[in-house]
């Protein structure tokens, strides 16, 4: 019965979509199709994830939805955001530091940082400002689809004269319009009492979809959303980043341990910084494929088929195997979004698939954002065409995984067989290089069920609890329209009230006349 609500509910939501897309072709592109880049329609026309966001955003409501698509795109045009790049924004604006990616929240959400002490009003600089934003947040997209990010506003030695207030309602606007459901948090840190009453305002525009995600937060109260090691000294902090540019300080990436250390030599680890720049593959088009079956080991050193079997047994063993795939130009890597790690002592290890789908011989290799918490193994090697290589990632000593830790996994053609790991990757060109994200998914303890029933009736729980929040949602919305033209029907009965009253003293008065 909760999988065929479950199956309603999708059938809804594609409906839902269907109508939005037909809808927009027919009252906004008809008249006005220049309006907006025919890359962003086309994008509406093929991904449904970007509809549904629109959707859930807007609380399932068509007409609101397609106001904010049209708005979205009117300003995607206007700023072309699609072109945005490294190069076509100000040079001193990467130098100021005053906007940044760097660090994760305690849910491993992204942090997107505004220094706000560096930003300095001044109308000739304003659109440029707002194309530099524009462009972290599409880069953000691109690498980490889906993914909300947590926006903080450090106000360390900031005062009034740093307060641009056009410039804040256009961040505002740029997740509560422009980019759907792409906000976690918004927390404003150490602010000064006098920017109160500029905050107050802040707080009327993101409106109610949004005002609870607005938090407050002194020095002390910040690590609550944010672990020590994310925050700086000033905040209580340990982070020891410094903001440099070059390069754009949004990968963390180095070189993890394999069983008997680092794989790669130090020459490769000199070369990570260069290599890190730019995003060249993404899991942006990820779709979900079968296990692969087959198994084919590249690694280094020649060894006995027994000893190699035996050695295959232990690795593997309590590894927690992938059930999703993504498609990739150059390989097919399993799991297509998130390694899962069990809680405490359970599950320490968990698997990479790569799958070589070209006509020639990988190069690969696997970087994380925590090498001091995982062991990687093989970190680096190369596969023939056709085959199949399983990765084993697995928890150093006592480390417990955390939803902030990525892995990035690299890999780009070898026309050379006879060169080194470590040479070939200090040499080959960023541009061919294919590039994709894990992220890291920390699994909850589970009860055990009383009887052989009990998944499918959590799972039953957790359909009707899904069910019962869109319902709760369109409810809140329905409830919203009914006041408003409540107050519509109020206002317009007490004009009648007094028109009438008018025209029994207008009759009285010409009946006293009269007589």
Not at 49 to 73: C, H, N, P, Q
Not at 462 to 473: F, K, M, P, S, V
Request: with cysteine.
């Amino acid at each position: 019965m909760a999988e065929l609500q479950l199956h309603n509910g999708e059938l809804d939501m594609g409906k839902k979509i269907d109508e939005t897309r037909q809808r927009f072709k027919a009252e906004f592109l008809q008249d006005s199709a220049d309006k907006y880049d025919p890359r962003d329609v086309d994008r509406l026309e093929k991904d449904d994830s970007l509809v549904e966001g629109y959707l859930t955003w807007r609380i399932y409501v068509v007409d609101d939805a397609l106001k904010m698509i049209d708005e979205s795109f009117h300003w995607r045009k206007e700023f072309g955001v699609n072109d945005l790049s490294e190069s076509t924004i100000p040079k001193w604006m990467f130098e100021t530091g005053a906007v940044y990616l760097h660090g994760y929240d305690k849910e491993g959400n992204k942090l997107f940082w505004f220094k706000v002490k560096l930003h300095v009003k001044d109308p000739k600089t304003i659109t440029d400002k707002k194309k530099y934003v524009a462009f972290w947040l599409e880069r953000y997209a691109k690498k980490e689809p889906g993914m909300p990010l947590t926006v903080v506003f450090d106000m360390a030695e900031s005062g009034i004269g740093n307060i641009d207030m056009d410039f804040v309602k256009y961040i505002v606007n740029c997740f509560k319009v422009y980019y759907p459901k792409f906000l976690s948090k918004m927390i404003i840190v150490d602010m000064p009492w006098i920017m109160n009453a500029a905050w107050r305002i802040v707080k009327s525009w993101l409106g109610p979809e949004a005002i609870s995600k607005l938090k407050f937060a002194s020095r002390a109260e910040i690590q609550n959303f944010i672990g020590l090691e994310y925050l700086p000294p000033h905040m209580g902090g340990t982070d020891p980043f410094k903001y440099c540019y070059p390069p754009l300080p949004d990968d963390d990436f180095q070189t993890p341990l394999c069983e008997n250390g680092p794989i790669v030599s130090e020459e490769d680890s000199e070369s990570k910084e260069g290599e890190m720049e730019g995003t060249l593959e993404s899991s942006y088009n990820s779709e979900t494929a079968v296990k692969p079956k087959k198994v084919n080991f590249m690694e280094d050193g020649v060894r006995s088929e027994d000893g190699e079997k035996a050695d295959v047994c232990v690795r593997f063993r309590g590894a927690r195997k992938p059930s999703t795939t993504f498609k990739g130009q150059l390989l097919d890597v399993s799991p297509a979004e998130e390694l899962s790690f069990g809680p405490g002592d359970m599950e320490r290890k968990s698997l990479i698939i790569l799958s070589n789908v070209t006509k020639s011989h990988l190069a690969f290799k696997v970087r994380t954002t925590a090498p001091e918490k995982y062991r990687v193994k093989p970190s680096s090697s190369s596969c023939e065409p056709g085959a199949l290589v399983e990765i084993v990632v697995s928890l150093h000593g006592g480390s417990q995984a955390s939803p902030q830790d990525r892995f990035l996994v690299m890999a780009a053609e070898m026309d050379n067989m006879g060169q080194e790991l470590a040479q070939f990757w200090k040499e080959v060109p960023r541009t061919k290089i294919m590039e994709h994200r894990l992220r890291c998914h920390v699994l909850e303890s589970t009860k055990p069920s009383a009887g052989p029933l009990g998944g499918d009736l959590e799972e039953a729980g957790l359909g009707r609890q899904q069910e019962l929040n869109a319902a709760l949602l369109r409810l809140t919305a329905s409830a919203a329209r009914v006041e408003q033209k409540l107050a519509t029907c109020l206002w317009l009965q007490s004009l009648l009230v007094g028109l009438v009253a008018v025209l029994a003293a207008f009759n009285l008065w010409c009946f006293h006349k009269a007589a």
